[in-house]
């Protein structure tokens, strides 16, 4: 392996990490706001069957329905998830069960906001894990490009290239997992689940 030859690779990696991760951003940030909307959606949904006086929200009083409006309007999700949770409480203390309110406020909370709510946060958490380990590979590959003559002179100069180009591959292949998992379907985007959910419901 010749000094040109370790420029090439030191330089080459930044500049392909730094077009990778400009995408990457590009794709979790639209699919984190898609995501979102489907949670927000649920609150607009809720508000306007409670401003309608639908029987099943009566339970909603006006503060909490002055909240959640507050709460849609900034785009709140922690907060339209305290007035679903509130409803869902006071659906079980009811004493109305899934297999009773198929598509109710159990269902709404637990079987569609919940999991969505998680899967939101791991899209948000493996995308900045993802980013920094990028981050760190470039500025690994450009410390290394820096030290390029130091580097070459070494007995175990070959250890410098196989590290950064393993962490390269890394760094590609967890970005090609986070957007292969960002694809996956959530209950408000695919029927079919939902209404396996539903079903599954009537079973017990």
């Not at 079903?199 to 017990?204: I, R």
């Amino acid at each position: 392996m010749t000094i040109t030859t370790l420029h090439y690779l030191f330089s080459s990696i930044p500049q392909i990490l730094g077009a990778t991760t400009a995408i990457l951003i590009a794709v979790m940030f639209f699919r984190i706001e898609k995501v979102s909307k489907c949670l927000i959606g649920d609150g607009k949904g809720i508000m306007r069957r409670a401003k309608n006086n639908d029987s099943a929200y009566q339970g909603l009083q006006t503060l909490r329905l002055h909240r959640l409006e507050d709460a849609i309007d900034r785009e709140n999700i922690p907060e339209i998830k305290e007035i679903i949770k509130y409803l869902n409480d006071s659906e079980i203390k009811s004493g109305i069960t899934k297999t009773q309110r198929s598509r109710g406020f159990q269902f709404i909370y637990m079987d569609k906001f919940l999991p969505t709510e998680n899967y939101l946060n791991k899209l948000k958490s493996f995308t900045i894990i993802v980013i920094l380990f990028k981050v760190l590979t470039i500025i690994l590959s450009i410390v290394y490009l820096c030290l390029t003559n130091f580097i070459f002179n070494l007995k175990f100069m070959k250890l410098f290239p196989a590290s950064v180009v393993l962490c390269f591959i890394l760094a590609l292949s967890l970005s090609f997992g986070l957007i292969m998992y960002s694809l996956k379907s959530t209950i408000y985007e695919d029927p079919e689940l939902r209404d396996e959910v539903i079903a599954e419901k009537h079973k017990y």
